[in-house]
T-cell receptor, first 111, second 113 residues
Framework: GENVEQHPSTLSVQEGDSAVIKCTYSDSASNYFPWYKQELGKRPQLIIDIRSNVGEKKDQRIAVTLNKTAKHFSLHITETQPEDSAVYFCAGGDSSYKLIFGSGTRLLVRP | DAMVIQNPRYQVTQFGKPVTLSCSQTLNHNVMYWYQQKSSQAPKLLFHYYDKDFNNEADTPDNFQSRRPNTSFCFLDIRSPGLGDAAMYLC????????????FGAGSRLTVL
């Protein structure tokens, strides 16, 4: 089955700097890669996703890149703000409806 | 305008006392999931339904059971909760074919005394 590895586990950046979180997946059949943001005590919320027929997707300050050959994908947050502080999870899924999550990255944006 | 509703939000039970958590959705999504999330860890998939077809993860303990009586409702039954079952239980839904966007409920936090 699918295995998704995520790093780093914690990331501290200065407000205004960029943050990059990386994930690798094991199952070459995986074709859907979302990123979720989870604030303390709240439910995970989708922030951006990408499918395997696209190499990059951008939504304002957030972008995701996918390298199918290397089986890795990354989340890029530019001009970070304190409200970006949260735990971010990547995930991978295929036609089986299952979504397997990475271990999470705790992002701290220092004012 | 809550679309995936979980009840109760907080559940306290005693060791070995059965618990049922419920999830309802107004999205008419055909796939429903139960995830277990322990503190600072990733959500771990327990099982999911595609319509009425039940799919159990290989490492989901037998202590966990699920029912989906109709499209809108799904239940998680923990037959004999142990201390290690204390966690947040997240219900999620998705639609369509294949892996897709998950819409999560607010979760049910289970405490086992």
């Amino acid at each position: 089955g699918e295995n998704v590895e995520q790093h780093p586990s914690t990331l501290s950046v200065q407000e205004g700097d960029s943050a990059v979180i990386k994930c690798t997946y094991s199952d070459s059949a995986s074709n859907y890669f979302p990123w979720y943001k989870q604030e303390l005590g709240k439910r995970p919320q989708l922030i951006i996703d990408i499918r395997s027929n696209v190499g990059e997707k951008k939504d304002q300050r957030i972008a995701v890149t996918l390298n199918k050959t290397a089986k890795h994908f990354s989340l890029h947050i530019t001009e970070t703000q304190p409200e970006d502080s949260a735990v971010y999870f990547c995930a991978g899924g295929d036609s089986s409806y299952k979504l397997i999550f990475g271990s999470g990255t705790r992002l701290l944006v220092r004012p | 305008d809550a679309m995936v509703i979980q009840n109760p939000r907080y559940q306290v039970t005693q060791f070995g006392k059965p618990v049922t958590l419920s999830c309802s959705q107004t999205l008419n999504h055909n796939v429903m999931y139960w995830y277990q999330q322990k503190s600072s860890q990733a959500p771990k998939l327990l099982f999911h339904y595609y319509d009425k077809d039940f799919n159990n993860e290989a490492d989901t303990p037998d202590n966990f059971q699920s029912r989906r009586p109709n499209t809108s409702f799904c239940f998680l039954d923990i037959r004999s909760p142990g201390l290690g079952d204390a966690a947040m239980y997240l219900c999620a839904t998705s639609r369509g074919s294949g892996a897709n966007v998950l819409t999560f409920g607010a979760g049910s936090r289970l405490t086992v005394l």
